[in-house]
């Protein structure tokens, strides 16, 4: 990550004139995890740390970007296959082709990027690379468009072309983060309730596992298919079902003994997954922070027996952060297998937490763990 002056001077270098700057956010889910692509709910904010990219538009059709943050350079021309093994690099051509599918007239545009997100941390530096470096593409090309749309079409770019079927969590907040807010999304209708997260008395803080966030494609379309699997058997009972998020927990527990054993858990995660984020939401409203600690710290039990997504690493940092004072709760937050945990500290014990969490996790497993404490900022905009 260099300082947007650096960029502006790096990209006049590389180009020979001036760009215009975009910028994109990475993000923390405080809870609601794996419940997106099952039209449930989830309470993501995005955070201060952003991606930004730097574009000026080209008279031709070709697309040439580069990183600050990794090797190589990108080219191709709208439109054509692209071959490059640059992963950061699909990213970009993924969400241009996927603009173009949608007959966006795009001009060719050269683009500098740098990341500000964590790169593979679970803070969803992929999803602030899709949605700057589209909303980058189509601002020098003049093509307005709506950012929930921007948020579906990075997300089918994302699993075009990364082969993760995701939801649309990440790109969502990406778009459409409040500074100051977490948004209640239902990733059904696809509209969100604003929940102020300016707490007075207690902060976010990510500590990142350091063990990679490369999520296995493999795990999580798998646990995308036993959800489904589970709506078809369960749709035996419940007819008018159509997603996990139909399902209410009375239904499920009348039901769950029909489920192979796996299905069972991942529904009942989900299903409960989905009612702890609505209750989180009314007690964040309540200004109740320890039943929010309580319901994160259920989410994570819930993530690591019945959804299997947890390690080693990120439950030795929730047993850790959980005898810590002033911790009210703590979780895994993504998709998992690594990444980050989220956690709700008071704010006058922070400085002690990060102190501990250090200690203990580093003399466990010999890693530091990064930790940063998160404001709740704005999704996608041009910066000035
Ligand atoms: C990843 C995906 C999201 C969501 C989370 C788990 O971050 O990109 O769509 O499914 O995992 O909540």
């Known amino acids: 990550?260099?300082?947007?002056?650096?960029?502006?001077?790096?990209?006049?270098?590389?180009?020979?004139?001036?760009?215009?700057?975009?910028?994109?956010?990475?993000?923390?889910n405080l809870i609601g995890e794996h419940t997106d692509y099952n039209d449930g709910f989830v309470l993501p904010m995005a955070i201060d740390r952003r991606t930004f990219a730097?574009?000026?538009?080209?008279?031709?059709?070709?697309?040439?970007?580069?990183?600050?943050?990794?090797?190589?350079?990108?080219?191709?021309?709208?439109?054509?296959?692209?071959?490059?093994?640059h992963d950061w690099g699909r990213y970009v051509f993924g969400?241009?082709?996927?603009?173009?599918?949608?007959?966006?007239?795009?001009?060719?545009?050269d683009l500098l990027i740098t990341s500000g997100v964590p790169i593979g941390a679970g803070l969803s530096s992929s999803a602030a690379?899709?949605?700057?470096?589209?909303?980058?593409?189509?601002?020098?090309?003049?093509?307005p468009i709506d950012l929930v749309d921007l948020a579906l079409l990075a997300q089918r770019a994302e699993r075009q072309f990364a082969g993760t079927q995701c939801g649309v969590m990440d790109q969502y907040?990406?778009?459409?983060?409040?500074?100051?807010?977490?948004?209640?999304i239902d990733c059904r209708s696809l509209e969100y309730r604003a929940v102020p997260i300016d707490l007075e008395n207690a902060r976010i803080v990510v500590?990142?596992?350091?063990?990679?966030?490369?999520?296995?494609?493999?795990?999580?379309?798998?646990?995308?298919?036993?959800?489904?699997?589970?709506?078809?058997?369960?749709?035996?009972y419940l007819p008018d079902i159509q997603a996990l998020r139909d399902v209410d927990i009375d239904d499920f527990n009348l039901y769950?003994?029909?489920?192979?054993?796996?299905?069972?858990?991942?529904?009942?995660?989900?299903?409960?997954?989905?009612?702890?984020?609505?209750?989180?939401?009314?007690?964040?409203?309540?200004g109740d922070l320890t039943r929010f600690g309580k319901l994160m710290y259920a989410s994570h039990e819930s993530l690591r027996l019945d959804?299997?997504?947890?390690?080693?690493?990120?439950?030795?940092?929730?047993?850790?952060?959980?005898?810590?004072?002033?911790?009210?709760?703590?979780?895994?937050?993504?998709?998992?297998?690594?990444?980050?945990?989220?956690?709700?500290?008071?704010?006058?014990?922070?400085?002690?937490?990060?102190?501990?969490?250090?200690?203990?996790?580093?003399?466990e497993t010999g890693m530091h763990p990064d930790c940063y404490v998160c404001r709740a900022s704005a999704g996608v905009r041009e910066e000035r």
């Open 129 to 143: 690379l899709e949605i700057g470096a589209g909303f980058a593409l189509l601002n020098v090309s003049e093509q």
């Open 307 to 363: 959804y299997e997504v947890s390690c080693r690493e990120l439950d030795l940092l929730v047993a850790i952060a959980s005898r810590c004072d002033g911790v009210f709760g703590a979780r895994m937050t993504g998709g998992g297998f690594g990444g980050c945990t989220v956690n709700l500290v008071a704010s006058n014990l922070v400085e002690q937490f990060i102190t501990t969490v250090s200690r203990e996790y580093e003399k």
């Open 207 to 236: 500590c990142n596992s350091m063990i990679k966030h490369d999520l296995p494609a493999g795990e999580y379309n798998q646990r995308r298919a036993e959800c489904e699997e589970g709506v078809r058997r369960l749709a035996t």
């Open 1 to 28: 990550m260099i300082t947007m002056d650096a960029l502006r001077a790096q990209f006049l270098e590389l180009y020979g004139r001036e760009p215009r700057v975009f910028s994109a956010p990475g993000r923390v």
């Open 54 to 85: 730097a574009a000026a538009p080209r008279n031709d059709k070709t697309i040439k970007a580069a990183s600050t943050n990794e090797s190589g350079r990108i080219e191709f021309e709208i439109g054509r296959e692209y071959s490059s093994g």
């Open 256 to 286: 769950a003994g029909s489920l192979p054993e796996t299905v069972r858990r991942r529904c009942n995660h989900v299903i409960t997954e989905n009612a702890r984020t609505g209750a989180a939401v009314e007690a964040l409203e309540h």
């Open 95 to 109: 969400v241009a082709e996927c603009l173009r599918r949608d007959e966006f007239d795009l001009r060719g545009a």
């Open 173 to 184: 907040i990406a778009c459409l983060g409040i500074e100051g807010h977490a948004l209640m």
